[in-house]
């Protein structure tokens, strides 16, 4: 899939969290849930309190944008995203064009796995305010995301489970 990942000097001083984990499911299933973007919102922790804004149905394809609203640590924020990469069944990837990361790009790619599929998040973001958004990613923001992304694994082998 090399239109999926995107060249490294896009992404120079970012930060990286990955995830890769089974879903026992048949993979039309898993990537159709993935492409519904209301899904985001029942794989999302609670204590976020996400709510997709565009009206459904969102037609997934390279351009779609997508506006949520949330709250983080009692700070309501409104956050859109774009699909900047669209190839079902094996992928997409997501990009941030405002909110709260100076980079956010977010590729989800699944792969046949045995008897399911293969799930892999890279998410490549920075945050803004040099220095001081390096101390916020050392104290909270990537313990943050690793317990959004731990929620999502959780949330989808629930929702997905044959």
Do not use: C
């Amino acid at each position: 899939m090399s239109t999926i990942s995107a060249g490294e000097s896009l992404f120079a001083g970012a930060h990286t969290l990955e995830r890769d984990h089974h879903v026992d499911a048949a993979p039309e299933e898993v990537f159709d849930f993935f492409a519904d973007a209301m899904n985001l919102q029942r794989i999302t922790p609670p204590w976020l309190g996400i709510r997709v804004l565009t009206p459904p149905p969102i037609a997934m394809a390279p351009g779609a944008r997508i506006e949520y609203r949330l709250r983080l640590h009692g700070l309501p924020l409104r956050w859109l995203t774009q699909i900047s990469v669209w190839e079902p069944p094996h992928g997409f990837v997501d990009v941030q064009l405002r909110g709260p990361y100076r980079l956010w790009h977010h590729t989800h790619s699944f792969e046949p796995d045995g008897d399911g599929v293969r799930v892999r998040d890279v998410v490549r973001y920075a945050l803004p305010l040099g220095p001081l958004g390096g101390l916020a990613n050392a104290a909270f923001v990537r313990r943050d995301l690793a317990r959004i992304f731990d929620h999502r694994q959780q949330a989808v082998a629930r929702l997905l489970k044959r």
